[in-house]
Structures are given as C-alpha cells and as structure tokens.
T-cell receptor, first 114, second 115 residues
Framework: AQSVAQPEDQVNVAEGNPLTVKCTYS??????LFWYVQYPNRGLQFLLK??????LVKGSYGFEAEFNKSQTSFHLKKPSALVSDSALYFC????????????FGAGTRLFVKA | EAGVTQFPSHSVIEKGQTVTLRCDPI?????LYWYRRVMGKEIKFLLH????????ESGMPNNRFLAERTGGTYSTLKVQPAELEDSGVYFC?????????????FGEGSRLTVL
C-alpha cells in the first residue's frame, strides 16, 4: 500500500537560514512525488513535482526538492527562508499502479522567525 | 480562470443531521477528487470522479457518505446522518483528464463540525 510519512509536525527556522522539510514514502512502482503548501484559510497550492530525470527539482517561491530513490525520500529545501514561507507543507505520492489516486502525508508546519 | 470553489466554507450541524457539500471544479477538468483532513492527520482520499463516473471510491468511509457528479460538472458530497467522527475539513480538487503526472488544483475546503 502507498504511504507518505512526514516525521516532523513542526519545523522552526530563522529567517535567512536554510530549511528542510522531510518526507519519506512507500509505493510500488515508480513514484510521482509532489509538494503542496497551504496558507491559512486557503486551499493547497502546488509547489513542485518529481516525475523522472534530474533528482533535484525546482519549484515555486525558490523551493526545491531532492528525490533519493535508495532512501525513498523527497525532502523539501530552500537555501534561505523567509517569514512569508511560514505555512503548512504536504508531501504527496502517486504511483503508476495506484492509478490517479494521490496520497498525502500528515503535513509539517513551517515556522520562520524573523 | 476561476479556481476550484467549494461551498459552504463552514458548516456546524448536530449529530444525526444531514449536510451537503458542493464543489465546482475548474472548467474543463474531467478529474474531480474529494479528500478529508481530520485535525492534525493526513489528508485522506475519499473518491475520484472522471466526468460523471466514479473511478475510485475506495476511500469513502461508509454508506452514510454519498457523492454525485451529475453531468460531469459540479459535485456534491452528502453526509447522512452525520456522526461526530465526520468532523473535519473536506477538500475538493480537480485536474486535467489523462494527465496523471499533473498537479491537483484544490479548493479552500469545507470545514464540517458535527456536535
């Protein structure tokens, strides 16, 4: 069965410092991996995805994520955090054998302190 | 382009009552999904429509939940009768047909509180 784990409920980082939000997954077949962000009282917004190719993918707002097949991880990163990055981040996975169903993690709240 | 819209944004009902949530996907999106997030938990898949057909309803909790998408446009999710454990935020999302590597476009969610 597909599953996504986000081991940290909350990540705290100072503005200007690099940030990492962790995600590991379990799927059968080749995974399609996604990150979404949710700001207060808003719906989830797509940040970036990994389908195939280069393990480092770049997305919106300066975020990037690194696909690591051996560790089954897809950690979200940003070199320099902004206060405005404070939000709830969701990792998601979709596998070919799973059809069109996308499975989400529990979310990680990112708090960036000025 | 209008995004995915959901109504109501918040509903408070008593146990045993009925609630109907509505989702209007982005125009032209054949795929429509319903998800639910209970406080602090993962966003759980409920079901997936392709146009008016239910492609996958494996996530529907029980037969108190009924989803429809008549005409392949908007969708409704009815909970009848509601129980306390049905409380949560119900998200609707849509995507292009056949674009299974594409991202989902989400509505702002409908928060359901069952007292």
């Amino acid at each position: 069965a597909q599953s996504v784990a986000q081991p940290e409920d909350q990540v705290n980082v100072a503005e200007g410092n690099p940030l990492t939000v962790k995600c590991t997954y379990s799927v059968s077949g080749n995974p399609y991996l996604f990150w979404y962000v949710q700001y207060p009282n808003r719906g989830l917004q797509f940040l970036l995805k990994y389908i195939t190719g280069d393990n480092l993918v770049k997305g919106s707002y300066g975020f990037e994520a690194e696909f690591n097949k051996s560790q089954t991880s897809f950690h979200l990163k940003k070199p320099s955090a902004l206060v405005s990055d404070s939000a709830l981040y969701f990792c998601a996975v979709r596998s070919y054998t799973g059809g069109f169903k996308t499975i989400f993690g529990a979310g990680t709240r990112l708090f960036v302190k000025a | 382009e209008a995004g995915v819209t959901q109504f109501p944004s918040h509903s408070v009902i008593e146990k045993g009552q009925t609630v109907t949530l509505r989702c209007d996907p982005i125009s032209g999106h054949d795929n429509l999904y319903w998800y639910r997030r209970v406080m602090g938990k993962e966003i759980k898949f409920l079901l997936h429509f392709v146009k008016e057909s239910k492609q996958d309803e494996s996530g529907m909790p029980n037969n108190r939940f009924l989803a429809e998408r008549t005409g392949g446009t908007y969708s409704t999710l009815k909970v009848q009768p509601a129980e306390l454990e049905d409380s949560g935020v119900y998200f609707c999302a849509s995507s292009h047909q056949g674009f299974d590597t594409g991202e989902l476009f989400f509505g702002e969610g409908s928060r359901l509180t069952v007292l």
